[in-house]
């Protein structure tokens, strides 16, 4: 974690403008095709769920604005961010939130994924793994296909971690259609580093390919 020379920063008008907006977050919905991506992790029996995750999170990692952080009100850049992640508690019609820190390896993640999960059990949430700050909020909604969500959260323009979504793919004209929202603060991040973000991601998911 390192502090950001604001005064000399090449963004200093930017987040001076955006920091103290009472709404500085903003969130966008795309479609992304994971046709090849849904055909290779099925073909080899990996969790759609957390791979999925895994390149959310690799692709998040390469861009650096969305690793800013407020810390007493002022900038911060982590070196890694790491995936805070709901997933439903077995047997019940109830959700849990898992904190796992992010692996490079991307079989080794899928497993502490699965493991983390699972050692919860169906306790909701772990505060003493959730209250930090280098984390990205994940969710999904996989009933159904939408083009809009909203986040709850607490009034806070100084809450800069990033959300992530995403719903059940449609299969439209032979592709698979999965909508994707991501919402993230602007005094740190633009509408650039979000096209590079889900320009990226789309490319992975073209051309994945499952590792044995």
């Known amino acids: 974690m390192r502090k950001i020379d604001v005064e000399n920063w090449d963004r200093k008008d930017i987040f001076n403008f955006y920091k103290d907006m009472d709404f500085p977050m903003y969130s966008m919905t795309f479609e992304l095709d994971v046709t090849r991506f849904y055909n290779e992790v099925k073909k080899a029996k990996q969790s759609f769920y957390f791979t999925f995750m895994y390149h959310a999170m690799y692709h998040m990692n390469q861009i650096e604005n969305f690793k800013y952080r ?3 009100q002022e900038p911060y850049i982590y070196e890694t961010i790491h995936p805070s992640f709901t997933d439903l508690i077995q047997g019940k019609n109830l959700f849990k939130i898992v904190t796992i820190d992010f ?3 991307e079989k080794k993640f899928i497993e502490n994924a699965r493991m983390a999960s699972d050692l919860q ?3 909701f949430i772990d505060l003493t793994k959730e209250s930090r700050n280098d984390l990205v909020y994940i969710t ?8 809009h969500v909203s986040f709850a959260h607490n009034q806070d323009a100084k809450d800069a971690v990033p959300r992530l979504t995403w719903g059940k793919f449609e299969d439209i004209n032979g592709k698979k259609m999965m909508p994707f929202t991501l919402a993230v603060h602007h005094a740190f991040v633009d ?3 979000v096209g590079q973000l889900i320009n990226n991601l789309q490319n992975a998911l073209n051309n994945y390919t499952a590792k044995a």
């Open 70 to 72: 407020f810390m007493d």
């Open 103 to 105: 692996l490079y390896d």
């Open 121 to 123: 059990k169906d306790q």
């Open 140 to 147: 999904t909604f996989p009933w159904a296909s939408y083009t």
């Open 191 to 193: 509408g650039y580093h």
